[in-house]
């Protein structure tokens, strides 16, 4: 799932907010960080899994 420019300004506004309203700075920021690289990671462990799937068809088809 991509999100557009205004999309994540969005989210980084609620953000911001949000650290505001609790009074946790940076550490929603950072938590919110750790999240999108680890989500990202997954969706590129299952890009890569699909394509050697994938692959690996092609090589056993005749």
Do not use: F, H
């Not at 907010?17 to 550490?27: F, I, N, Q, R, S």
């Amino acid at each position: 799932m991509l999100l557009n420019r205004e999309q994540r300004e969005q989210l980084r506004q609620m953000g911001r907010w949000l650290d505001g309203k609790l009074g946790t700075e940076p550490w929603l920021k950072w938590i919110g960080l750790g999240l999108g690289l680890a989500a990202g990671g997954v969706s590129l462990y299952r890009v890569v899994r699909r394509a050697q799937r994938v692959m690996e068809e092609e090589d056993e088809s005749p």
